[in-house]
């Protein structure tokens, strides 16, 4: 097979081709025919260890899925430029009309490390890691100088504080407001801890982040 | 098992784990402690029809994603404001030093739709969507008001243009066409029918997209 | 065995006299001795990669068939001038009495490459193919300066606009219109894929090309 | 599989694709990206019995078709009108360089019956098949009142003349006259037997057919 792809891209490609059912084929087709409904939006992050797909083991459909470094939601900011993330918001409430709106963040994040840990030159002239990261500018401090917690643990702590804070952030677009105060929208927030694959959920009465029990441990 | 999260979601977080093989559940643990060492970063679409490790069939810690509405690039713009899309080319290529950089377009967008066909109200007074797909109007113009081609031939059209308008935004940064230039990054587009699963991959010199060639066929 | 015939076409006519089983023969003596009634005519291109008794598999008998470059239908011109293809034409609806007509186009046309590539000089003083191609003259511009398609791109848009084009033009022919109109002619799109082998069919409302359907993928 | 096409020739391509090896598929694809690059050019008619691809057995790729109703060459005519048959001649002799041009006729012809017994009525208020016709008025006269020969032997001798009389105006190209002086190209005519699908090929030096002898006489 002659592409002009990475090798190893090319060779999965081969490999998702030659082990697709005629069932799923025909999932696709019915999916390009009918369009797509996903139920759900997820903002997961850029890390290639964090596919919202393979956690939550979705097929082809089910989920319609920002990512950008972080997992972050900017604020409702109507000024005339151009905001990646709440493009996606816009088109996923109002074109699509999601029911649920998931926050993924996860455990050693580079950009939450970033946040924490400002380089002493910023990655490139253009800052921009620099300038993204600064959406969490309200809320790093909270643990950014805190010398009673490990690094490790202001770590873990910002990226739970992060997910609430893009939560709140998701509540300041009007629409999504009121739908979640006529509940027809809800708001989720998760966090992965990638050295398991274990997922934590958050409570959305307390905010606190619980592990999602394992099946072998339940019933 | 009670979670907090939608329920499709929570059964399929629960096959995820009873899945995975011990072998797998080992490379978690190496990923967590060795950080993630992508040689590929994906520029892909929200859409939920489009998941990169699903068409690539890659697994954790391959492919570094960022996903936004339509798979666009935005030009190079040091201007202090935030930029989610240059953030992550920022630490794909700074901090993670990618070798490759694939925009991965697909049939269907609506995205591309908004661009050809701009709703009479935008879909929110903040009109996200409208702003952000405007970054396409050095290019739209190309087809959009072609009456000979019917709307979807508009429609494939642009998907197409806008994935090289993509590729030419990321020679605009600097590091990108310096690293390209001295040979040690690549830049792709392929561009996915979502009718089929099946993958078209551009070729480099003259920009066309051509069909993968299926493995029935290939030897 | 000596003809006059060049060789290859000497030692194919061999081959199929050889080949014919005895019901072929007797299919010969039946459609000389009651006269063709083919149901369909096709209007093809000379190009060599394109017969359309190989393409759709047909017997003698089956099928009426014009092939000109890039097989164009000229506008209805009763001028008294000789019309090739609009005689043809005529004595397929007129006196066979088709019932479908198809116009059937393919990729790498050398015809469409000429329209939109107009050599500096004609092939000829008489420049036979820059006049035929003028039929194109109505719709040709619509892609022929788009400098953000590439030239297979535009090449590939126009021989699609060409067949629709030349659709539209059988309309002007009044019997063809009035057949359609009550039901008893109906036209036809197809674009072949010469890489391939694959047809793409025309949608009748839409004027789009989809792949036929392969038959590995149909029950 | 569903497709816009009448049923008899969604059928056979079917079958076509179904029975293809895959020798056959890789000489498609070579003959996509190499070009076409065929020896032959053959005149034919439309008439559904006479494809030259089922009579002489070729391949794609192996001959460059034009067919119209009697397989007629108009005599050249550089007037700024547009002429099918010439323009396919032009890219036949000046772009792909043909070593061979083949005029094919055949019994029974259609269009050879129109010439000899005009219809009171012209077929449509256009008259395009008379006007074609009328290509053939310089030798038509030569037996159409002939009250000796009965009308089949009339109708044979003019499907022979008009042959001749087509490789004559093949002649008035100048190209053409100027390759055949220098031995660069070769003119030939022939005429199938459609009730029989024997071929009789002309004797180039005194234009008679003779019948190709078949296999199981010869040797």
Same mark, same amino acid.
Request: proline share 5%; net charge negative.
């Given at each position: 097979m002659s592409t002009h792809l990475p090798d190893h891209l090319a060779a999965g490609y081969r490999a998702f081709i030659a082990a697709r059912s005629p069932a799923e084929r025909e999932r696709f087709r019915e999916l390009a025919s009918s369009g797509q409904h996903p139920s759900t939006m997820v903002i997961g992050?850029?890390?290639?260890?964090?596919?919202?797909?393979t956690i939550f083991n979705t097929a082809p459909g089910d989920i319609f899925v920002v990512r950008n470094v972080a997992n972050l939601v900017p604020p409702y900011e109507p000024d005339g430029e151009y905001h990646s993330t709440s493009a996606?918001?816009?088109?996923?409430?109002?074109?699509?009309?999601?029911?649920?709106?998931?926050v993924l963040g996860h455990g050693g994040c580079g950009g939450i490390h970033a946040a924490l840990s400002p380089a002493a030159e910023p990655l490139s002239? /253009? *800052?921009f890691i620099g300038k993204w990261m600064s959406l969490l500018d309200p809320v790093a401090k909270a643990v950014g100088g805190n010398s009673h917690m490990t690094a490790r643990e202001r770590q873990s702590a910002?990226?739970?504080?992060?997910?609430?804070?893009?939560?709140?952030?998701?509540?300041t677009f009007p629409l999504i407001a009121e739908l979640e105060a006529a509940g027809d929208i809800s708001l989720?927030?998760?966090?992965?801890?990638?050295?398991?694959?274990?997922?934590?959920?958050?409570?959305?009465?307390? /905010? *606190?982040?619980?592990?999602a029990e394992r099946p072998d441990l339940a019933d």
């Open positions: 992050c850029c890390d290639s260890r964090t596919a919202p797909e996606a918001l816009e088109f996923a409430v109002h074109a699509l009309k999601v029911k649920h709106i998931l002239p /253009g *800052d910002l990226e739970r504080i992060a997910i609430r804070h893009s939560i709140a952030n998701l509540r989720h927030g998760a966090w992965v801890d990638i050295s398991s694959g274990e997922l934590w959920s958050m409570d959305p009465e307390t /905010g *606190d982040f619980e592990r």
